[in-house]
C-alpha cells in the first residue's frame, strides 16, 4: 500500500463530514485485508485460540474474499451468495469473539476440525466461483426486460397492490404457492428507493407512500406473522435499492441507520421467537400487539428462554447470550452436526436428493413429501424436544455437505452444486448494472446463503428463479397499468433502470487548471 493509498482513505473520511456516496462492494482489495487478518491473528493467539483454528479463520476469510472479488462482487447474484454465506456463518462471529475477548474455538467441542470444514468448503466456493467467472453469460437473459424510468413508482406501487391483495386473484389451487413467491412487497420497497435515490442523486430515499408501504409490509407480514424475516426484509429492500442506486451517506445518517438496526433487533426479533408458539392460533394478533406493546417484559422473557435452553443443551458460541448476534452464526450447531457425523451418523445423499425432488412444483407430483432437514439434524444433536416437528434451525451449506459424505460432501460433492447455481443465476439476471432482477437474487440470498444448508443453490434455480421471471414479466406488461390507477407517470427522464447511471466521486477532488487562450 503506498502512501497515496492511506491519503485517498483519510481524505473520504474527511469527505464524509459532508457526505460520501457508497454503493453495492465489487471488490474488496486484499491488500487492506492481509493487515487486519495479521492483527486480528495476534489478537487471538493473545486471548488464547489454538493456532492451527485462528489459522483456518483466517484462511477461510482470505479464500472467501477473493472469491468474491472473482466473482465480480455483490452486483452479481453470485457474489452475494458469497458475501452472505461467509459473513453469516462465522465471519461476523468470529470479529465478535475477538472483540468480546473470548477464544474463538471456545464453547465448541471441537472448533479447529470444524473451521478446517468451513475451509474446504470456501475453496470448493473459490473453484465454482473461478468457473463461474468465465462461462457464465455476459449479459444477463432478463435484461430486455427493463422498467421505464419514468414508471418506475407505477411499477413499484402496482407490485405493493399485488402483493397484498394478488391472492384474490390467483386460483385457489395456487395460492399457497403464491405466498410462499410473494416478493412484490419487497420490490416496491426496493423501487421506491431506488428511483427516489437517483432521481434525488442520493440524497432522499423515502416518500410518504413508500413509509406507509414499509410500516404496513414490516407490521403486517413481520410483526404479526412473528417473522423475523417478514420484519427485516422491508429494510433490506430498501437499503439494497439505496445502495445501487448510490447512496449519500454522512457521519449523523450512518449512527442513526446503525442505531435504529440495534434497537429494532433487540426489541424485534423477541417478539418473533416468543410469538412462534401464537402462530395459528385466533387471538394471534393479539398476542402480537401485546408482544409489541411490552418490549421490555417480551425482551425479558426472550431472555429466560434463551438461558434456559442454554443451559440445557449447551449449543452456543458465546459465553454469555448475544441476542441476535447469536441468532446470526450457525458454526456452534455446525460444530455439534460436523462431531455427530465423525461418530458415525450420517444420511448419506438422501438429503441432496430431496432438494432434486422439490424442485419440481408440488401440484405436479401428488402427495410430494416435506422434509424439514433442519429440523432433523438439531433431533439428531438434541437441540429440540422429541416432539418439536415444527421449529427450523438453521444449518450451514459446510455443516450439512460434511454430515452427509465427510469431505466428500464438502468439495467433490459441493462444488459443482455451487458451480451449477452460480452460472445460471449469474446469466438468467446478470449483474445490477444489466437489470433490476439480480438484486433479488441478493435479498434472497441474505437470507437463505448461510443458513439454507444445501437446499438454497437448487432453491435458487427453481422457486428463485421462477419468482424473478414472474416478477420480471409482471412489471413489465402488467404492474404499471395497476400503478398507473393512482399515480402518473413521472417527469423523470433519463436511462433505463438497468444501466449504471452513476459514476463514483473520485477519492478527492481536483481543482480544474485554468487555460489561456493564445492568439
Not at 108 to 131: E, T
Request: with cysteine.
Amino acid at each position: 500500500m503506498t502512501v497515496g493509498h492511506y491519503a485517498g482513505v483519510l481524505l473520504d473520511l474527511r469527505q464524509m463530514k459532508r457526505n460520501i456516496k457508497i454503493k453495492l462492494p465489487e471488490r474488496i482489495p486484499l491488500e487492506y485485508v492481509f493487515p487486519v487478518l495479521g492483527f486480528l491473528f495476534a489478537v487471538q493467539m493473545l486471548e488464547g485460540t489454538k493456532v492451527y483454528t485462528s489459522a483456518a479463520y483466517c484462511a477461510f476469510i482470505i479464500v472467501m474474499v477473493d472469491a468474491f472479488n472473482v466473482s465480480g462482487g455483490m452486483i452479481y447474484p453470485s457474489g452475494g451468495y458469497i458475501f452472505f454465506c461467509g459473513f453469516l456463518t462465522v465471519i461476523l462471529g468470529g470479529l465478535a469473539k475477538v472483540a468480546l475477548g473470548e477464544p474463538l474455538d471456545s464453547n465448541l467441542i471441537d472448533g479447529q476440525k470444524s473451521m478446517l470444514v468451513y475451509l474446504a468448503g470456501a475453496c470448493s466456493i473459490w473453484v465454482a466461483a473461478r468457473i463461474n467467472a468465465r462461462v457464465r453469460r455476459k449479459k444477463g437473459l432478463l435484461a430486455p426486460l427493463q422498467i421505464p424510468p419514468n414508471r418506475i413508482e407505477q411499477v413499484a406501487l402496482g407490485a405493493a397492490i399485488f402483493g397484498q391483495f394478488g391472492w384474490m386473484i390467483v386460483p385457489t389451487a395456487y395460492v399457497s404457492t403464491f405466498v410462499q413467491m410473494n416478493v412484490f412487497p419487497a420490490l416496491a420497497l426496493f423501487l421506491f428507493a431506488y428511483g427516489k435515490a437517483r432521481e434525488t442523486d442520493g440524497y432522499r430515499t423515502f416518500t410518504v407512500l413508500s413509509f406507509v408501504i414499509w410500516a404496513w409490509s414490516t407490521t403486517v407480514w413481520g410483526i404479526l406473522g412473528f417473522s423475523k424475516e417478514g420484519m427485516f426484509r422491508p429494510s433490506q429492500a430498501w437499503a439494497l435499492g439505496a445502495l445501487i442506486a448510490g447512496y449519500r451517506l454522512t457521519w449523523t445518517r450512518a449512527l442513526m441507520i446503525g442505531g435504529t438496526a440495534i434497537v429494532a433487533a433487540s426489541l424485534l426479533t423477541p417478539i418473533a421467537q416468543m410469538g412462534r408458539m401464537y402462530r395459528g392460533e385466533t387471538n394471534a394478533s393479539e398476542m402480537a400487539w401485546d408482544l409489541l406493546s411490552h418490549p421490555l417484559r417480551t425482551r425479558e422473557q426472550y431472555q429466560q428462554k434463551v438461558e434456559s435452553v442454554l443451559g440445557r443443551n449447551g449449543y452456543h458460541w458465546f459465553d454469555h447470550n448475544q441476542g441476535l448476534l447469536d441468532r446470526l452464526t450457525v458454526l456452534p450447531i455446525d460444530d455439534a452436526l460436523i462431531h455427530l457425523t465423525d461418530q458415525g451418523h450420517s444420511p448419506g445423499l438422501f438429503p441432496i436428493g430431496t432438494y432434486v425432488l422439490n424442485m419440481i412444483p408440488r401440484y405436479l407430483v401428488k402427495d410430494k413429501p416435506v422434509w424439514h432437514w433442519g429440523n432433523r439434524y438439531a433431533h439428531e444433536i438434541g437441540l429440540l424436544g422429541k416432539d418439536d416437528d415444527t421449529t427450523g434451525v438453521s444449518f450451514s451449506p459446510f455443516g450439512e455437505g460434511y454430515h452427509c459424505a465427510q469431505w466428500w460432501g464438502v468439495t467433490a460433492i459441493s462444488m459443482p452444486i455451487y458451480l451449477m447455481m452460480f452460472v445460471f443465476c449469474d446469466s438468467l439476471t446478470g449483474s445490477t448494472r444489466d437489470s433490476v432482477w439480480a438484486s433479488i437474487y441478493v435479498l434472497l440470498f441474505g437470507h437463505s446463503a448461510a443458513e439454507g444448508v444445501l437446499g438454497t443453490p437448487f432453491a435458487a434455480i427453481s422457486t428463485y428463479a421462477f419468482m424473478i421471471i414472474f416478477a420480471a414479466f409482471l412489471s413489465r406488461y402488467f404492474l404499471p397499468l395497476v400503478g398507473g390507477l393512482m399515480l402518473p407517470p413521472s417527469k423523470q427522464r433519463g436511462t433505463p433502470v438497468n444501466e449504471n447511471h452513476w459514476r463514483p466521486a473520485p477519492a478527492y477532488p481536483l481543482r480544474p487548471v485554468p487555460r489561456t487562450i493564445k492568439e
